[in-house]
């Protein structure tokens, strides 16, 4: 089976940067995927790692070492939008099934 | 506006009521997913579909039934519903199986 771990929540002041983890036990591993969700609202992809090393986005950064199964996400210039909740989540071995974490929640403080 | 219609937006039932909750997209995605979100949880895949005709379980699809007729539509289907599956149910879709997902604005259910 597959299951993930990410802190419940985190707090950061605006204009830092700030980093959430997750680490994953999978049987099967193609890729990690970052999700973020505005007061329960839709979901929206944020990025993917399917191979080691950093992706940028922007603010957004995205990192994957399959060795240590382990990922972060990094929020760049936090701003008080940046508020949400942050899912990582792991494809399942059947390949599109999305296994999600249990979210992060960031508050950004001015 | 491309994108997924989930309807209706919430809804109070009464347990044992048959429900059959809503979703469809525009983008011609072939592949479609069921989600139910509880405090706690996060997003727990309930039912999916990699392209229309077929149909997959996920991780909780116990009680829950879909079915996927065209590209377009995917209801989700409580048979006799339960307190327990009160929830927040989310739909989405991506162009393929192994690519992002979209989701629609999610339905708030209560089983009373």
């Known amino acids: 089976g597959q299951s993930l771990e990410q802190p419940s929540e985190v707090t950061a002041v605006e204009g830092a940067i700030v980093q959430i983890n997750c680490t994953y036990q999978?049987?099967?591993?193609?890729?990690l995927s970052w999700y973020q969700q505005h007061d329960g609202g839709a979901p929206t992809f944020l990025s993917y790692n399917g191979l080691d090393g950093l992706e940028e986005t922007g603010r957004f950064s995205s990192f994957l070492s399959r060795s240590d199964s382990y990922g972060y996400l990094l929020l760049q210039e936090l701003q008080m939008k940046d508020s949400a909740s942050y899912f990582c989540?792991?494809?399942?071995?059947?390949?599109?099934?999305?296994?999600f974490g249990q979210g992060t929640e960031l508050s950004v403080k001015p | 506006i491309a994108g997924i219609t989930q309807a209706p937006t919430s809804q109070i039932l009464a347990a044992g009521r048959r429900m059959t909750l809503r979703c469809t997209q525009d983008?011609?995605?072939?592949?479609m997913y069921w989600y139910r979100q509880d405090l706690g949880l996060g997003l727990r895949l309930i039912h999916y579909s990699n392209t229309a005709g077929t149909t997959g379980k996920g991780e909780v699809p116990d009680g829950y039934s879909v079915s996927r007729a065209n590209t377009d539509d995917f209801p989700l289907t409580l048979a006799s519903a339960v307190p327990s599956q009160t929830s927040v149910y989310f739909c989405?879709?991506?162009?393929?199986?192994?690519?992002?997902?979209?989701f629609g604005d999610g339905t708030r259910l209560s089983i009373l």
């Open positions: 989405a879709s991506s162009r393929e199986a192994n690519q992002p997902q979209h």
């Open positions: 999978t049987s099967g591993f193609y890729g």
């Open positions: 983008m011609r995605h072939n592949a």
């Open positions: 989540a792991v494809r399942d071995l059947g390949g599109g099934k999305l296994i």
